[in-house]
């Protein structure tokens, strides 16, 4: 449906969990006043799916926390895809599980992956995740390739003095020449940090033009938010996705339904709506006033940028 400011509303970000094995700098700050409300069951997220049908849904994205660590994640994805029946169902992961489920989660009608990888350095992995897992990550990014979905993409957030530097960027970047995938550099956004710890670790999109000079950019990608280039002789291409330098609200088409079931109509607004316990009908109703009330841009809302919530509830 369309919102006040005729933007067209038809993707749904779901959050399944705020669990997650890994404890990104970025992300699990854990505190805030998020703490733990229990999970949306296979039975709510299937009320929402239907009603995302009936508001004429096109994409949802399944994400959280770490979606993977839910154990009836794969009857969630064949649920939300029998049901909601979009043309693409995505999941967002940090790719630790992936190399295991990637097959059974094709089977259940995941179209599109998207993998978190910040560094192609094993000890920087550790560091900004707290976990060894690099290798693993890199296993499920090929077996995701080998599986055919239509789209693998990975995310990268840049951290000041952590993983920023001209060579580390160029280093990730050969995954795009090694594999199909599109590589994404996401501007760090006040979640996970906050105050001066947050100023002291942006890294604005300039950097990634700085270690690329050979990028081209590609018009009409139709990427969401992301503005995407290719690199002469790579198999993906780079995306920059800019949230903190360029605003990119005009043609936004998002509706995002947090872990514990609340409807936030702007990432960076904190305004939310509940659903918990609702038939489709009145959820439907309530995704609609979330839909209206949507701002025309986080910037004109008079709690822009007072972000009170962590990255793990909303997803993304
Ligand atoms: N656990 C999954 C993962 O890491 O991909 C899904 C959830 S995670 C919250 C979704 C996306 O949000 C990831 O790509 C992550 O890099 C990004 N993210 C988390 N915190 C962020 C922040 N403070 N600024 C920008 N992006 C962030
Ligand atoms: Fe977990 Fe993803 Fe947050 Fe990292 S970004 S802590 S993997 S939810």
Redesign the pocket.
């Known amino acids: 449906m369309e919102d006040q400011y005729s933007r067209k509303i038809n993707y749904l970000r779901l959050s399944l969990t705020q669990r997650?094995n890994?404890r990104?700098l970025?992300?699990h700050a854990g505190r805030n006043g998020c703490s733990a409300p229990h999970e949306l069951s296979l039975s709510e997220i299937a009320v929402i799916a239907r009603a995302a049908s009936e508001l004429d849904c096109t994409a949802i994205r399944l994400?959280?926390?770490?979606?993977l660590v839910r154990s009836d994640i794969l009857d969630i994805c064949e649920t939300v895809h029998v049901i909601a029946d979009t043309r693409k169902l995505g999941i967002?992961?940090?790719g630790f599980f992936l190399g295991r489920l990637a097959g059974s989660l094709y089977d259940a009608g995941v179209t599109h992956v998207?993998?978190?990888l910040?560094t192609a350095d094993e000890a920087v992995f550790e560091k900004i995740t707290g976990m060894d897992g690099y290798k693993t990550v890199l296993k499920g990014i090929e077996k995701a390739v080998e599986t055919g979905f239509k789209r693998v993409k990975i995310?990268a957030?840049l951290l000041n003095g952590v993983n920023d530097s001209e060579e580390a960027v160029r280093k990730l970047t050969e995954l795009t020449e090694r594999f199909p995938v599109d590589l994404r550099f996401?501007?760090?956004?006040?979640?996970?940090?906050s105050g001066s710890d947050y100023l002291k670790s942006f890294v604005s999109k300039e950097l990634v033009f700085r270690a690329l000079p050979d990028l081209e950019k590609i018009p009409d990608y139709g990427e969401g938010p992301a503005v995407m280039y290719r690199r002469p002789g790579s198999m993906g291409n780079i995306g920059i996705i800019s949230p903190m330098t360029s605003c990119f609200c005009k043609s936004c088409n998002r509706i995002r339904i947090l872990s514990d079931g609340r409807v936030r109509p702007c990432l960076l607004c904190s305004r939310e709506f509940s659903i918990r316990g609702l038939d489709v009908k009145d959820t439907v109703n309530v995704l609609r006033r979330a839909i209206v009330s949507k701002p025309a841009s986080y910037r004109d809302g008079s709690d822009s940028l007072r972000i009170n919530c962590e990255?793990?509830r909303?997803?993304?």
């Not at 994400?63 to 979606?67: Q, S, W």
């Open positions: 997650c890994f990104c970025y992300c994400t959280g926390g770490e979606p967002t992961t940090n998207n993998v978190s910040d995310n957030v996401i501007e760090l956004m006040p979640f996970g940090l990255m793990k909303i997803g993304g």
